[in-house]
């Protein structure tokens, strides 16, 4: 017993004595009792120690090297090795295979440091896993298996979370379990040397294997991100009101004999932007941008407010919403409907030529819409639609200067220096049960790009206002990027004959706007853009304001979506409370805004995750069926174990190095593969001709195989003689003049998307809801 104990603890660092005896089958009266003497005589022989909070952990001993550790977060590779980031500012510590120890993807760990980094080498630092501070998997979600290998377990699951390896075996619990089951469990074991593997305990069943969206439901559940809504939640909700009543009215502007109407897809619900136009006596515009005054429903520190909080954001995946309120709020009193009165808060902006915003009023309005209108429709009037014009005449007027003030917007914010990276998105189309019968591209026009431009300008004036006011505030903010990874981005364009100006420490959005501007109908334009990309930082939610620099923004904020996302609800509130500022009220939101803005954060990533999980899950189930079929693609990228291509409805899969026809050496300077005895040179940015080999929806993998083909693109190398330079020899073959093919066959090309995608060349913009809620 003494023995187990020392192992357990060496592997958990502490504790409870409850969750020693769980652990260790020591729950029981006689094992409980013999557990206890033995832990008393350890303590006092010094082997271990009890905390303040009556946890034992082992007692530290004295040595005359103690080895320096890290603390930071585990983020482990399905192939075994894994990463710990210490923080933003440092780079992350590679963990080979066999330091990892039993951490877990997302584990707080504690790491001691092997290797040092060498930068001119371009090595990692190299570290293992001494100790796990903190789980992060608390509950899984999985289908069930029946299994009898361990007599006292159930089953197990099998999760989707390929970073998990183990088996997570499940405790015989009083319902009985037929393995047609999809369920969430609780961990109640996690792996060590003693045994590898988890045990869990049932917690819910979300559904049986089979059930209309349950693949979808299995992804959402195992992430944590709830359809449901807790009982107080929805009792608060129902209590709301379903129109505004007169006393609400009170110290509110008027504004609804404004012409104002509301633009958003034809599939929207909750509609929490509304807009309004009009030309002033000295020359400039009046932009009012009108968002749903949802704070005034959802007070602070309600079952609404902490659920809101909670779930951080609303997550989009293909066939459903996972709301961020319930839908009473969302698609009831706090969505701009049509023709009847709704609570707003508005900036309303005097925007100058040169679209400056050169006066302003943030404050709590009413107005009320008079029209839904669809960016389908609001593209058709602009490009002239008689009938369309005709019905809408009353704010026809308006969508034409709404149009010129977008110009003059985007104008200002390109000479700024904002970049645009304008790449393909996908919509996937499912039917009834779920299941995917089409892939289309988002289509961007000038009526989504216009909305975009009124929420920015609203967004930025709101940050200012406060930012100058030197109030705790939230801000969206946008870092430079890492100059590694831009090092790494202009060494790669240079192999394109691309150079970017200035130095990885210091590169100007001007410098990377003339990039992309002579990136346009390059050969591997896409991929390029996509990889300055991702060359980027991530944008994040902050108490400090270090502005936006894809905007080119000196400050920014998220004021426009407080139904689907909190922060936003956040400023809403904060507008309201600093109408009268106190200190009391300027401590309160100094001590909550770095939490909200560290876990909103968080859960915004998180619902990125999820949505892109569900993605390539659901491409994976598309492709099923054209498997052995043909299609003509283009190398997104290339890595030391094979190639990914893109087809022109953006689906990516990989060829694996081992199912190339040769040898293939890679060149990591140049990130390409070349064929030993072939030459045949494989770069990002060429096409492909390839053949669907797998495509797998449990995994979300699609792999294909090479066929050569007149794209190929052959550099043969000759050695004359030891110690000569080698020679290159090029093929004729280039893969920037051919005109790109179909990709299915024509025998089993039924569904409509795919020629409609070739004909466009598969250049689309993002759609506008992504696009907004990154920025």
């Known amino acids: 017993m003494k023995e187990d104990i020392l192992n357990y603890l060496k592997e958990e660092g502490k504790s409870s004595v409850d969750d020693l005896a769980k652990a260790l089958d020591l729950a029981s009266s006689t094992g409980f009792r013999d557990l206890i003497k033995t832990i008393s005589s350890m303590e006092s022989k010094g082997l271990i120690s ?36 210490i923080d933003d500012a440092e780079e992350d510590l590679f963990v080979g295979r ?6 877990i993807d997302g584990d707080t760990v504690e790491v001691a440091i092997k290797k040092v980094a060498n930068r001119l080498n371009g090595t990692a630092a190299e570290a293992r896993v001494v100790r796990i501070v903190d789980h992060a998997l608390k509950t899984v979600v999985g289908k069930f298996v029946l299994d009898d290998e361990k007599p006292k377990y159930a089953g197990y699951i099998k999760s989707k979370n390929q970073k998990i390896t183990q088996r997570i075996y499940i405790r015989k619990e009083p319902v009985v379990l037929d393995g047609t089951e999809i369920i969430k469990v609780d961990i109640e074991k996690y792996p060590t040397k003693k045994h590898d593997y988890f045990v869990g305990a049932v917690r819910d069943i979300i559904g049986h294997q089979g059930d209309t969206g349950i693949d979808v439901l299995e992804v959402l559940e195992s992430m944590d991100i709830v359809s449901t809504f807790p009982d107080a939640v929805l009792a608060e909700a129902n209590q709301v009101p379903d129109y505004p009543l007169e006393k609400d009215y009170m110290g509110r502007v008027d504004l609804r004999e404004e012409v104002t109407f509301t633009i958003d897809g034809a599939d929207a619900k909750d509609l929490d932007d509304a807009v309004h136009i009009k030309s002033l006596e000295n020359g400039n515009m009046e932009l009012g941008v009108h968002i749903a005054d949802v704070s005034y429903y959802v007070k602070e520190n309600s079952a609404l407010d902490h659920e809101a909080l909670a779930r951080g954001t609303s997550v989009y995946v293909t066939d459903r919403v996972v709301p961020m309120l319930p839908e009473r709020l969302s698609n009831g009193i706090c969505s701009l409907n049509p023709n009847v009165d709704r ?17 302003y009023q943030i404050t709590q309005t009413v107005i009320k819409t008079s029209f839904r209108m669809t960016y389908s429709d609001v593209n058709k009037i602009l490009a002239g639609d008689e009938a369309l014009t005709v019905q809408y005449e009353t704010i026809v007027p308006s969508l034409h200067l709404m149009a010129k003030l977008h110009q003059i917007l985007e104008k200002m914010r390109e000479k700024r220096g904002a970049l645009n990276f304008d790449t393909s998105e996908a919509k996937i189309i499912v039917d009834d049960k779920g299941r995917p019968v089409d892939i289309k591209l988002r289509q961007r026009g000038v009526a989504e790009r216009m909305i975009e431009s009124f929420m920015l300008a609203a967004n930025e004036c709101v940050a200012e206002h406060f930012a100058k006011k030197n109030l705790p505030f939230i801000y969206r903010i946008h870092e430079e990027p890492k100059a590694e990874k831009l090092q790494k981005f202009i060494d790669y364009a240079s192999v394109f004959g691309m150079k970017v100006q200035g130095t990885a420490n210091k590169v100007t959005q001007g410098a990377l706007q003339d990039f992309m501007k002579a990136l346009e109908g390059q050969p591997g334009s896409d991929v390029l853009s996509m990889m300055l990309l991702r060359s980027m930082q991530q944008a994040r939610y902050s108490e400090h304001n270090h502005g936006h620099y894809g905007l080119a923004a000196e400050f920014y904020t998220h004021f426009t ?29 100094h001590h909550r805004i770095p939490e909200i803005a560290k876990e909103t954060s968080s859960l915004e990533r998180r619902a990125i995750d999820a949505e892109r999980v569900v993605e390539a899950m659901k491409k994976a189930e598309y492709m099923e069926e054209f498997v052995g079929q043909e299609f003509e693609g283009v190398v997104s990228s290339v890595v030391k174990f094979g190639l990914f291509v893109e087809l022109p409805n953006t689906i ?13 050496h890679y060149n990591e300077r140049m990130m390409s593969l070349e064929g030993e005895k072939s030459g045949v040179v494989f770069r990002a940015g060429q096409q492909i001709k390839v053949q669907l080999t797998k495509a797998d929806k449990e995994t979300g993998d699609i792999d294909f195989i090479y066929l050569p083909s007149e794209y ?14 080698r020679k290159s020899e090029k093929s004729k073959q280039t893969h920037g003049s051919k005109q790109k093919g179909k990709s299915f066959s024509k025998e089993k090309s039924k569904k409509p998307f795919y020629k409609e995608a070739m004909k466009k060349g598969g250049k689309h913009g993002k759609g506008s809801r992504k696009r907004r809620r990154s920025k």
Do not use: W
Not at 50 to 73: A, C, M
Not at 343 to 359: C, F, K, P, W, Y
Not at 563 to 575: N, S
């Open 98 to 103: 066999n330091d990892v120890g039993h951490a």
């Open 712 to 725: 190929d693109v052959v550099e043969k190398s000759v050695r004359k003689g030891r110690g000569k330079a």
């Open 50 to 85: 009890f905390d303040d909070n009556g946890d034992i952990s082992l007692k530290e001993k004295k040595s005359k090297k103690e080895e320096v550790t890290l603390q930071g977060i585990f983020r482990a590779n399905k192939a075994g090795f894994g990463f710990v980031s």
């Open 561 to 589: 979506s407080p139904i689907r996302r909190y922060p936003d609800l956040l400023v809403h509130r904060m507008i309201r409370e600093y109408n009268q500022v106190t200190a009391e009220k300027i401590e309160h939101f």
């Open 652 to 664: 990516e899969g990989l060829i694996h190095i081992t199912n190339l026809p040769e040898y293939y």
């Open 343 to 359: 609570l707003t808060q508005s900036a309303i902006m005097e925007i100058d030529h040169h679209g400056r915003v050169v006066n």
